[in-house]
């Protein structure tokens, strides 16, 4: 699953660089949920997919990760 390919794993991206600073990743996921985006289990496999991707570490985004998520922001701006 890449990223370019697959949507809601970039929504997710965007989400979590925006999400406040009291919020965890969890919280993050659960909004999505209840918006409708996708359900927990699936919002689990799209965190883990974007750790595997090195854009997150522990409870932050890498710079790799805050970089793309600077460009799927600018994607949707359009």
């Known amino acids: 699953m890449d990223i370019e390919e697959n949507i809601e794993l ?3 991206l965007l989400a979590i660089y925006k999400k406040q600073e009291n919020d965890t990743f ?3 996921i659960k909004t999505m949920e209840n918006s409708r985006v996708f359900n927990l289990k ?3 496999k799209y965190l883990k997919r974007l750790k ?3 854009y997150i570490i522990d409870d932050s985004l890498t710079l790799i990760g805050i970089q793309k998520a600077k460009e ?3 994607e949707f701006s359009l």
Do not use: C, M, S
Request: aromatic share 0%.
């Open 10 to 12: 970039r929504v997710l």
């Open 26 to 28: 969890l919280d993050v």
């Open 42 to 44: 699936t919002g689990k």
């Open 52 to 54: 595997e991707l090195n």
């Open 72 to 74: 799927v922001e600018q």
